[in-house]
């Protein structure tokens, strides 16, 4: 799958944007109406998520999401074998 990028001395650079942990996204997103609740994390799990936040340029929303789309994933491959 082509997603495009540009060439930067011989490096293809891709952006990616998350939307609900997908990086691949073509519309919609986050709205106010979704479901919110207050998540409590220890201080380690915090700071973790803030630096995988900033390496990827993403919020702190985009990181956790990504992960719970993940483990969802692998939820549903695993009841499917």
Known sequence: MDHG?????????????????????????????????KLRLPGSHKAWVEIKAKEGFHSMQAVILKLIDEAMRRDEQIKQA
């Open 5 to 37: 990028g540009v060439d930067i001395n011989g490096t293809t650079v891709v952006l990616f944007v998350w939307d609900h942990g997908d990086p691949l996204v073509s519309g919609g997103g986050m709205a106010r109406a979704d479901a919110q609740f």
